[in-house]
């Protein structure tokens, strides 16, 4: 089993930065994809980023150029996110998939507003 914890949303104005940043409960470079989700008020959850094991990358096409996932060897993910817009509000979450196995963190909170 692994368990997520996610740090560093908050209020942040439009065009402005925020990192987030995820740790899990146990080394998951080796095997795991590991990913940001979102999820706005009334939307369903939606990938942001995910990086894998051999730091593959794939992007939504809506924060392509805006946003970059990056991992350390160990147990750490962080989602940098530049140029924010206020449709990026939403609720992150940061998730950790290998094969059958899906774990999810509680989740951090993004406002983008003026």
């Known amino acids: 089993q692994v368990q997520l914890v996610e740090s560093g949303g908050g209020l942040v104005q439009p065009g402005g930065s925020l990192r987030l940043s995820c740790t899990a409960s146990?080394?998951?470079?080796?095997?795991?994809?590991m990913g940001w989700y979102r999820q706005g008020p009334g939307k369903e959850r939606e990938m942001v980023a995910i990086?894998?094991?051999?730091?593959?990358l794939r992007y939504a096409d809506s924060v392509k150029g805006r946003f970059t996932i990056s991992r350390d060897t160990s147990k750490n993910v962080w989602l940098q996110m530049n140029s924010l817009k206020p449709e990026d509000t939403a609720v992150y979450y940061c998730n950790a998939r290998y094969r059958n196995e899906n774990y999810w963190g509680q989740g951090t909170q993004v406002t983008v507003s003026s």
């Open positions: 146990r080394t998951v470079f080796n095997s795991y994809f």
């Open positions: 990086i894998g094991p051999g730091s593959t």
